[in-house]
């Protein structure tokens, strides 16, 4: 079952200064948009994720049942969840890449073995 938050906002920033992603920890560079989420769950939490994350989150919760959700953080755990449940790396990737309407190189994040 999902702990949803108290209170909950979530928008678009320019990044002002080098940021972190939460989801894949690539930088998000000054000048580029990323999507700030915030809310009070136990305790206040703030959260940053590049676009690119963002979008395949949304997609994931989507698709949840509703039982399910997708917290912060873990999007590649998820990922890997799917990997290790039959599925090779190829087809995970092709499935959600044509599932997203994603291009391979909003996939890039994702690198198995390092």
Known sequence: MCDHPKAFQSYQRKARKEHICFECKEVINKGELYQYSSGVWDEPA???????CYKISNIVVSDCDGEECLGFGELIDWFYGHVCQGFNIDQVVSFYTEKWKLGANDLDFINIGE
């Not at 703030?46 to 690119?52: D, E, F, G, I």
């Open 46 to 52: 703030s959260y940053k994720q590049c676009l690119r």
